[in-house]
Protein backbone atom coordinates (compact mmCIF):
# COMPACT_ATOMS: atom_id res chain seq x y z
CA UNK A 1 0.00 0.00 0.00
CA UNK A 2 1.00 3.28 -0.62
CA UNK A 3 -0.04 6.93 1.33
CA UNK A 4 0.49 10.33 -0.63
CA UNK A 5 0.72 12.30 2.98
CA UNK A 6 0.83 15.88 1.24
CA UNK A 7 -1.72 16.55 -1.70
CA UNK A 8 -3.59 19.62 -2.99
CA UNK A 9 -6.47 20.50 -5.01
CA UNK A 10 -7.16 24.28 -6.07
CA UNK A 11 -5.91 27.37 -8.35
CA UNK A 12 -1.90 26.39 -8.53
CA UNK A 13 0.24 27.06 -11.29
CA UNK A 14 -2.28 28.97 -13.57
CA UNK A 15 -4.17 25.78 -13.51
CA UNK A 16 -7.71 24.42 -11.53
CA UNK A 17 -6.66 20.84 -10.67
CA UNK A 18 -9.29 19.08 -9.90
CA UNK A 19 -9.96 16.13 -6.99
CA UNK A 20 -10.54 13.70 -10.45
CA UNK A 21 -7.09 15.30 -12.02
CA UNK A 22 -5.57 14.00 -8.53
CA UNK A 23 -7.40 10.74 -9.11
CA UNK A 24 -6.33 9.80 -11.70
CA UNK A 25 -2.28 10.93 -11.17
CA UNK A 26 -3.03 7.90 -8.09
CA UNK A 27 -3.84 5.06 -10.67
CA UNK A 28 -1.05 6.01 -13.01
CA UNK A 29 1.31 5.78 -9.66
CA UNK A 30 -0.10 3.02 -8.13
CA UNK A 31 -0.64 5.21 -4.93
CA UNK A 32 -4.17 3.96 -2.61
CA UNK A 33 -4.81 6.86 -0.73
CA UNK A 34 -3.71 10.82 -0.62
CA UNK A 35 -3.95 12.78 2.10
CA UNK A 36 -5.87 15.99 0.76
CA UNK A 37 -4.69 19.21 2.62
CA UNK A 38 -6.45 22.38 2.67
CA UNK A 39 -4.39 25.75 1.00
CA UNK A 40 -3.46 28.72 2.69
CA UNK A 41 -5.58 31.58 1.27
CA UNK A 42 -4.34 34.23 -1.18
CA UNK A 43 -6.13 36.58 -3.23
CA UNK A 44 -6.87 36.32 -6.12
CA UNK A 45 -6.29 32.43 -6.20
CA UNK A 46 -8.69 29.57 -5.95
CA UNK A 47 -8.93 28.33 -2.55
CA UNK A 48 -10.86 25.68 -1.10
CA UNK A 49 -12.31 26.09 2.30
CA UNK A 50 -12.13 23.12 4.60
CA UNK A 51 -15.68 22.67 4.67
CA UNK A 52 -15.15 22.42 0.26
CA UNK A 53 -12.16 19.81 0.97
CA UNK A 54 -14.10 17.66 3.66
CA UNK A 55 -17.09 17.82 1.30
CA UNK A 56 -14.79 16.33 -1.66
CA UNK A 57 -13.16 13.47 0.38
CA UNK A 58 -16.72 12.37 1.33
CA UNK A 59 -17.37 11.85 -2.36
CA UNK A 60 -13.96 10.09 -3.07
CA UNK A 61 -13.32 8.43 -0.17
CA UNK A 62 -9.52 7.57 -1.35
CA UNK A 63 -8.55 11.57 -0.52
CA UNK A 64 -8.36 11.83 3.46
CA UNK A 65 -8.87 15.78 3.99
CA UNK A 66 -6.50 18.15 6.52
CA UNK A 67 -7.91 21.45 8.05
CA UNK A 68 -6.45 24.37 8.15
CA UNK A 69 -5.98 27.41 10.66
CA UNK A 70 -5.11 30.75 9.05
CA UNK A 71 -3.59 33.15 11.28
CA UNK A 72 -4.50 36.14 9.61
CA UNK A 73 -8.26 35.55 10.85
CA UNK A 74 -10.22 35.18 13.67
CA UNK A 75 -8.30 32.35 15.72
CA UNK A 76 -10.48 31.26 18.29
CA UNK A 77 -13.95 31.11 16.05
CA UNK A 78 -11.31 28.92 13.21
CA UNK A 79 -9.81 26.58 16.67
CA UNK A 80 -13.48 25.84 17.57
CA UNK A 81 -14.20 24.91 14.24
CA UNK A 82 -11.67 22.70 13.88
CA UNK A 83 -12.28 21.50 17.23
CA UNK A 84 -15.60 20.43 16.19
CA UNK A 85 -14.13 19.01 12.53
CA UNK A 86 -11.56 16.51 14.38
CA UNK A 87 -14.13 15.55 17.20
CA UNK A 88 -16.83 14.49 14.22
CA UNK A 89 -14.31 12.84 12.23
CA UNK A 90 -14.42 15.46 9.67
CA UNK A 91 -10.85 15.82 9.36
CA UNK A 92 -7.81 13.77 10.14
CA UNK A 93 -5.73 16.56 11.13
CA UNK A 94 -4.89 20.52 10.93
CA UNK A 95 -2.33 21.92 8.74
CA UNK A 96 -0.19 25.58 9.86
CA UNK A 97 1.61 27.68 6.81
CA UNK A 98 4.21 29.04 8.74
CA UNK A 99 6.19 31.81 6.22
CA UNK A 100 3.61 31.87 4.24
CA UNK A 101 1.69 34.14 7.14
CA UNK A 102 3.82 36.01 9.54
CA UNK A 103 3.94 34.36 12.84
CA UNK A 104 5.67 31.52 14.80
CA UNK A 105 5.10 28.35 15.22
CA UNK A 106 4.92 28.27 19.45
CA UNK A 107 2.47 31.27 19.28
CA UNK A 108 0.72 31.17 22.63
CA UNK A 109 -2.42 31.69 20.62
CA UNK A 110 -2.40 28.43 18.98
CA UNK A 111 -1.71 26.53 22.20
CA UNK A 112 -5.69 25.59 22.83
CA UNK A 113 -5.38 23.86 19.62
CA UNK A 114 -2.20 22.21 20.01
CA UNK A 115 -3.46 20.61 23.61
CA UNK A 116 -6.62 19.78 22.02
CA UNK A 117 -4.70 17.29 19.55
CA UNK A 118 -2.12 16.45 21.69
CA UNK A 119 -4.79 15.71 24.32
CA UNK A 120 -6.88 13.50 21.70
CA UNK A 121 -4.15 12.20 19.48
CA UNK A 122 -4.82 14.33 16.39
CA UNK A 123 -2.10 15.64 14.64
CA UNK A 124 -0.75 19.16 13.65
CA UNK A 125 1.37 19.43 10.05
CA UNK A 126 3.54 22.31 9.39
CA UNK A 127 5.08 23.91 6.29
CA UNK A 128 8.83 24.33 6.71
CA UNK A 129 11.40 25.24 5.11
CA UNK A 130 11.65 26.98 1.42
CA UNK A 131 8.94 29.86 0.31
CA UNK A 132 7.45 30.52 -3.44
CA UNK A 133 9.72 32.96 -4.63
CA UNK A 134 8.60 36.28 -4.61
CA UNK A 135 6.21 35.78 -1.96
CA UNK A 136 6.07 38.42 0.89
CA UNK A 137 6.56 35.86 3.72
CA UNK A 138 9.65 35.23 6.33
CA UNK A 139 12.12 32.66 6.12
CA UNK A 140 13.05 32.75 9.71
CA UNK A 141 9.63 31.21 10.59
CA UNK A 142 9.60 28.44 8.35
CA UNK A 143 12.71 27.05 9.70
CA UNK A 144 12.86 23.52 11.61
CA UNK A 145 14.19 24.82 14.43
CA UNK A 146 10.92 26.40 15.41
CA UNK A 147 9.22 22.65 15.62
CA UNK A 148 11.66 22.02 18.26
CA UNK A 149 10.02 24.48 20.32
CA UNK A 150 6.64 23.34 19.75
CA UNK A 151 7.52 20.00 20.08
CA UNK A 152 9.20 20.86 23.75
CA UNK A 153 6.01 22.60 24.74
CA UNK A 154 3.79 19.71 23.75
CA UNK A 155 6.03 16.45 23.64
CA UNK A 156 3.13 14.15 23.12
CA UNK A 157 1.58 16.10 20.39
CA UNK A 158 2.16 14.46 17.02
CA UNK A 159 3.86 16.91 14.57
CA UNK A 160 4.66 16.51 10.90
CA UNK A 161 7.66 18.50 9.11
CA UNK A 162 6.24 19.23 5.90
CA UNK A 163 9.11 19.44 3.15
CA UNK A 164 11.59 17.89 5.30
CA UNK A 165 12.71 21.76 6.04
CA UNK A 166 13.94 22.07 2.37
CA UNK A 167 16.88 23.42 1.71
CA UNK A 168 17.31 23.06 5.62
CA UNK A 169 17.27 19.09 6.29
CA UNK A 170 20.17 18.11 8.43
CA UNK A 171 18.26 20.49 10.78
CA UNK A 172 15.14 18.95 10.26
CA UNK A 173 16.75 15.63 10.76
CA UNK A 174 18.18 17.12 14.28
CA UNK A 175 14.94 17.79 15.05
CA UNK A 176 13.45 14.72 14.33
CA UNK A 177 15.66 12.96 15.83
CA UNK A 178 15.10 15.16 19.15
CA UNK A 179 11.65 14.77 19.42
CA UNK A 180 9.93 10.94 19.49
CA UNK A 181 6.73 13.10 18.67
CA UNK A 182 7.84 14.96 14.90
CA UNK A 183 7.86 12.82 11.87
CA UNK A 184 8.52 14.59 8.28
CA UNK A 185 6.95 14.09 5.19
CA UNK A 186 9.36 14.24 1.68
CA UNK A 187 7.00 16.24 -0.30
CA UNK A 188 7.93 19.66 -2.11
CA UNK A 189 11.70 19.33 -2.98
CA UNK A 190 12.46 19.59 -6.78
CA UNK A 191 11.28 22.64 -9.28
CA UNK A 192 7.93 23.06 -9.02
CA UNK A 193 5.68 21.93 -12.25
CA UNK A 194 8.49 20.05 -13.87
CA UNK A 195 9.50 16.83 -14.88
CA UNK A 196 12.39 15.77 -12.22
CA UNK A 197 15.56 15.78 -13.65
CA UNK A 198 18.55 13.94 -13.00
CA UNK A 199 20.80 16.49 -11.32
CA UNK A 200 17.98 17.08 -8.67
CA UNK A 201 17.39 13.63 -8.02
CA UNK A 202 20.98 13.09 -7.50
CA UNK A 203 20.99 16.06 -4.63
CA UNK A 204 17.74 14.79 -3.49
CA UNK A 205 19.15 11.03 -2.97
CA UNK A 206 22.86 12.77 -1.53
CA UNK A 207 20.92 14.86 0.97
CA UNK A 208 18.56 12.15 2.19
CA UNK A 209 21.83 9.83 2.74
CA UNK A 210 22.98 12.79 5.51
CA UNK A 211 19.40 12.90 7.06
CA UNK A 212 19.66 9.43 7.73
CA UNK A 213 22.99 9.55 9.53
CA UNK A 214 21.07 11.89 11.98
CA UNK A 215 17.65 10.59 12.15
CA UNK A 216 16.99 7.37 10.06
CA UNK A 217 14.03 6.89 8.05
CA UNK A 218 11.79 5.26 10.45
CA UNK A 219 9.83 8.78 11.45
CA UNK A 220 9.42 9.72 7.58
CA UNK A 221 6.31 9.65 5.29
CA UNK A 222 5.88 9.70 2.03
CA UNK A 223 4.54 12.90 0.52
CA UNK A 224 4.70 15.16 -2.85
CA UNK A 225 2.76 18.35 -2.89
CA UNK A 226 0.87 17.10 -5.88
CA UNK A 227 0.16 19.09 -8.28
CA UNK A 228 3.13 20.25 -7.93
CA UNK A 229 5.25 17.36 -8.90
CA UNK A 230 4.05 13.93 -10.36
CA UNK A 231 3.39 11.60 -8.30
CA UNK A 232 4.59 8.90 -10.45
CA UNK A 233 7.98 10.34 -10.37
CA UNK A 234 8.03 10.91 -7.13
CA UNK A 235 7.12 7.87 -5.88
CA UNK A 236 10.31 6.67 -7.99
CA UNK A 237 12.79 8.89 -6.45
CA UNK A 238 11.82 7.86 -3.35
CA UNK A 239 11.89 3.91 -4.05
CA UNK A 240 15.84 5.41 -4.96
CA UNK A 241 16.20 5.89 -1.48
CA UNK A 242 19.02 3.14 0.31
CA UNK A 243 15.63 1.49 2.89
CA UNK A 244 15.25 -1.55 4.90
CA UNK A 245 11.78 -4.00 4.41
CA UNK A 246 10.65 -2.01 7.66
CA UNK A 247 11.67 1.27 7.06
CA UNK A 248 9.81 1.44 3.28
CA UNK A 249 6.14 -0.28 4.96
CA UNK A 250 6.93 2.48 7.26
CA UNK A 251 7.31 5.48 5.21
CA UNK A 252 5.59 4.44 2.22
CA UNK A 253 1.93 3.67 4.26
CA UNK A 254 2.53 2.48 8.11
CA UNK A 255 3.74 6.10 9.31
CA UNK A 256 0.75 7.65 8.14
CA UNK A 257 -1.84 5.29 8.85
CA UNK A 258 -0.78 5.55 12.90
CA UNK A 259 -0.24 9.42 12.50
CA UNK A 260 -3.52 10.16 10.86
CA UNK A 261 -5.38 7.29 12.83
CA UNK A 262 -6.42 6.23 9.47
CA UNK A 263 -9.03 3.07 9.32
CA UNK A 264 -7.80 1.58 6.09
Known sequence: MVIDVHTHVG??????????????????????????????????NKRFTVEEIIGICEESPRLIPVGRIDYNNSINEQIEKTRGYLQNK??????????????????????????????NNFPVIYHTGMLETGFPGLLKSSHPLTIDEVADTFPNLKIVMAHMGNPWIVDCAAVVAKNKNVYMDFSGYFTEYQSLVP??????????????????????MFGTDWPLYSQKEYLEVVNQLVMTDEEKELVFWKNAKEVFNLKI
Open 11 to 44: EMGGKNWTPQDLLSSMDEAGIDYSILITLEEQSG
Open 90 to 119: KIVGVKFYLGYQKYHANDSKLHPIYKFCQD
Open 199 to 220: EEIEMFVRQLKDFKVFAGFKKC
